[in-house]
């Protein structure tokens, strides 16, 4: 395994030369693929997809693999059970997958009871004609349809880690603009005091929001997002999260938004996304740099792009994409930290890291 660091500008761009065979079914197969891609430097999760991918598996079942072998793992403890405690101490799940050839979702969000999201999401696509289910309905569907269940998601680490927030007086969190009635709430709304005079705020004649919180980093608030390219040409993604640590409860990131955390065409490829979930899915950013993608830019450009209009409005929000357009050329661009990604295609012997700089 190699790690790669590569400079936001110039970005080098990484495929592979390739061929065209047929396979026993007749069904071109380029030996360009199978391709793996996943945010972070989640090794063995990228691994577990290319055993799959590289079988013949096909890239939706592939990225279930991946984006399970995660949650097992319980990756960097935000993937999977017994990780980011909400308010009430409760670890929930949320997922999705997408297959890029039929552009079927599916997708579960603030799931509770259940640690197997990315396999729960695959049977709201593969039996429902729903996109999301949500909540404890979600819970219900999932172990109806076969999944281990009812279980406690929380863990001694977990409930460890919340504990100590509610001994520093419930702070950091996600409220704003309220009043709690002692240090952990309940809360209620206050009037707003940064009014100027005439009655604006600046930050608002600026155009620019408010600061977010110091609650989103790497290991409190992250996803997997894979994306795999099958031996077909075919495209699906997927991801996985425990959410943002301490959020209110009933808080749904962009981990089960389509568009937001993970996009897929197989016309034109894919995008993987991590960071402030809130702010993300406000842009769509994986949809977009899907979109720039189809009308002919390059994969780094359009992870650029999607990254910069983010970044006009939220310059202190963190944030990554990747980019992987449909012939495997793959790049990645990210805003307020550095980013890793992982990659695996037959041009390697394993998983190959590479590190975007902000």
């Known amino acids: 395994m190699t790690n790669r660091i590569l400079p936001f500008i110039p970005l080098v761009f990484l495929s592979t030369l390739f061929s065209i065979v047929i396979g026993d079914d007749g069904v071109a197969i380029s030996e360009q693929y199978p391709l793996v891609v996943s945010t ?3 090794k063995e999760a ?3 997809a290319w055993r799959a991918v590289d079988g013949n598996h096909s890239a939706v079942d592939a990225v279930v693999e991946g984006c399970s072998a995660c949650e097992e793992l319980r990756c960097d403890g935000t993937v999977g059970p017994g990780g980011s405690p909400d308010e009430n ?3 929930t799940i949320d997922a999705l997958i997408m297959n890029g050839v039929t552009m079927e979702v599916g997708a579960v969000a603030a799931m509770r009871f259940v640690k197997d999201g990315i396999r729960a999401a695959k049977l709201v696509m593969q039996h429902t004609k729903h996109t999301l289910l949500v909540g404890e309905k979600a819970s219900a569907f999932a172990i109806a349809m076969g999944l281990p269940g009812p279980d406690n ?3 001694a680490d977990s409930i460890r880690k919340w504990s100590k927030w509610k001994e520093n007086h419930c702070q950091p969190n996600f409220w704003k603009d309220v009043v709690p009635l002692d240090s952990c709430g309940p809360y209620h709304a206050k009037a707003r005091i940064d009014v100027k005079e005439g009655g604006c705020s600046t930050r608002y004649l600026m155009g620019v929001a408010e600061p977010r919180s110091s609650l989103v980093g790497p290991h409190n608030h992250d996803t997997i997002s894979m994306a795999v390219i099958d031996k ?8 996985s999260t425990n959410g943002a640590t301490y959020k209110i409860p009933g808080r749904v990131g962009d981990g089960p938004i389509a568009g937001s955390s993970a996009y897929a065409v197989t016309d034109s490829g894919a995008c993987v ?4 979930g809130d702010i993300m899915m406000r842009f769509l950013p994986c949809y977009q740099v899907v979109e720039s993608m189809r009308l002919g830019m390059e994969p780094r450009l359009a992870a650029k792009d999607a990254i910069s209009r983010i970044a006009r409005k939220f310059p202190d929000f963190l944030g990554a994409v990747v980019a992987v357009n449909k012939n495997g050329v793959h790049a990645g661009a990210c805003h307020g930290w550095t980013f890793e990604y992982s990659v695996r295609s037959p041009a390697t012997d394993d998983v190959e890291v590479f590190t975007v700089l902000p």
């Open 40 to 42: 972070w430097p989640f």
């Open 46 to 48: 990228v691994r577990a």
């Open 89 to 91: 101490g409760e670890t």
């Open 153 to 155: 998601l929380s863990s």
């Open 232 to 239: 077909r040409g075919h495209v699906a993604v997927g991801t």
């Open 273 to 276: 996304a991590t960071g402030d």
